[in-house]
Structures are given as structure tokens and as C-alpha cells.
């Protein structure tokens, strides 16, 4: 497994934009397919977003494409979450994950390593 940690959450105003970094140890980043993943109050863990080993697919919940992009950095190790557009609903924690199969990328089932999450407060 391999460890992840979240950083770049915060408060910010409806309209405006963050980015998160998921940051991992160890040598293997590049094996692993990367997923990001949100979990309001009171509601089940939903996908965000995810991106393959090369970083050249990607996916997207219907409810963040178009406003997020997901990016990742082999060389440093690095998986990224730019979000904008930001509405008072995209509120939650937001997870990032690592996993093995791109054809699971919406399964958190699927994902063998988690992070323990960045929040994301959107003010209206």
C-alpha cells in the first residue's frame, strides 16, 4: 500500500477555486490509478474524479465536469484536484485514493489506499 496525504482544503466563497494536492510515498506512484472522492455530512462517499497511471484519461462525476480538473505529477509523486466554479453543494471532505484498475474508477471498493481527507467548505 502506499500512504497519501491531502492537503489544499479551506474556506472559500461560492464562485471561486482551490487545489488539492495528494501527496504519496514511496517509489510506485506511477503503478497506481488515482481517484478522488468526496463525503458530505450525512451523505454516502461519492466519486469525484479519477486519472490513469499516465495521466492521459481521466473521468469525471457529471456533477463536477466542466468545473474540476485532475491532474497528476509521476515525478513528484503527486496526484492534484483543481477545482472551480465552486458551489456551496461541493462542501465535504474530499478524499483522494489509490488503486489498481481503471476500470473500477468509480467503485471506492476498488481502492486499496486513502488518505485522510482535506475539507472543502464552499460559502454562498
Known amino acids: 500500500q502506499v500512504q497519501l496525504v491531502e492537503s489544499g482544503g479551506g474556506l472559500v466563497q461560492a464562485g471561486g477555486s482551490l487545489r488539492l494536492s495528494c501527496a504519496t510515498s514511496?517509489?510506485?506512484?506511477?503503478?497506481?490509478?488515482m481517484g478522488w472522492f468526496r463525503q458530505a455530512p450525512g451523505k454516502e462517499r461519492e466519486f469525484v474524479a479519477a486519472?490513469?497511471?499516465?495521466?492521459?484519461?481521466?473521468y469525471y462525476a457529471d456533477s463536477v465536469k466542466g468545473r474540476f480538473t485532475v491532474s497528476r505529477d509521476n515525478a513528484k509523486d503527486t496526484v492534484y484536484l483543481q477545482m472551480n466554479s465552486l458551489k456551496p453543494e461541493d462542501t465535504a471532505l474530499y478524499y483522494c485514493?489509490?488503486?489498481?484498475?481503471?476500470?473500477?474508477?468509480?467503485?471506492?471498493?476498488?481502492?486499496?489506499?486513502w488518505g485522510q481527507g482535506t475539507q472543502v467548505t464552499v460559502a454562498s
Open positions: 514511496g517509489r510506485t506512484f506511477s503503478t497506481y490509478v
Open positions: 485514493a489509490a488503486g489498481r484498475s481503471l476500470s473500477t474508477y468509480k467503485d471506492f471498493g476498488a481502492y486499496e489506499s
Open positions: 486519472i490513469s497511471r499516465s495521466g492521459s484519461t481521466t
